[in-house]
């Protein structure tokens, strides 16, 4: 799924002649802490609820320039690039641009959960497994059989390349709760094994929830 998809309708954009005290009450009524500030689709920046409370409330945003967080996504961007953002910005909701760079609009964060729980399976039956390697070590065919070896079967498979760093990330939805024995089998053919969740009987090194998924994708 792609950000430009994921673009939520509800949100109003504020322009930089809006007072302080309607952005507040905006705020308040959408129970956001950050609202996206643009002038003629330009997108100028976040705003945060926490740069605003002590303006009068009949401050124009453009005497707050300074404060505008200018974090956001390409429309054409894999959602987990938003996941990342959002986690290491602590932001609310995503700016999305377009390849003119004009504000499409913004994603919320919640509806990046709900994305990342669908994608997950998180709610389906079976286990989670997240590999990290180089594109070139990356197969589809060496990596189902390690799976069905252990007597289980890939239900799900994503993929997502970091532009960073130039790694591929593999998502993996398995149809077995007990899977020591599926990632011992990776680490023994030397994948790294960055997350997993199921019931263990031996401990993740990280919790094993969606949070700490998302502390993966800050690496």
């Not at 005290?21 to 643009?38: A, C, I, N, T």
């Not at 920046?45 to 605003?52: N, S, T, V, Y």
């Not at 263990?200 to 700490?212: A, G, K, P, T, W």
Request: some cysteine; glycine content about 4%.
């Amino acid at each position: 799924m792609f950000c430009g998809q994921l673009i939520s309708a509800d949100i109003t954009i504020q322009g930089l002649h809006d007072p302080v005290g309607m952005v507040l009450h905006q705020m308040e009524d959408m129970k956001l802490r950050h609202l996206p500030v643009s002038e003629n689709d330009k997108f100028l920046g976040l705003i945060a609820e926490d740069d605003l409370v002590d303006e009068a409330d009949d401050t124009p945003l453009e005497k707050l320039h300074e404060y505008f967080i200018k974090s956001f996504v390409k429309a054409t961007d894999y959602f987990l690039v938003a996941v990342k953002l959002s986690h290491v910005m602590q932001i609310d909701l995503i700016p999305v641009l377009n390849e003119k760079n004009e504000l499409e609009g913004v994603i919320t964060r919640d509806t990046l959960f709900r994305e990342l729980a669908r994608m997950t399976g998180s709610s389906d039956y079976g286990s989670l497994v997240v590999l990290e390697m180089e594109k070139s070590d990356y197969s589809v065919g060496e990596i189902n059989r390690l799976v069905e070896s252990n007597d289980a079967v890939i239900t799900q498979l994503n993929t997502w390349s970091d532009n960073t760093t130039h790694l591929m990330t593999v998502i993996l939805r398995i149809n077995k709760e007990e899977i020591s024995d599926i990632v011992a089998s990776f680490q023994r053919h030397e994948y790294n094994v960055r997350y997993y969740m199921g019931e263990e009987l031996f401990r993740n090194e990280m919790q094993s929830n969606l949070d700490h998924l998302m502390n993966y994708l800050n690496i």
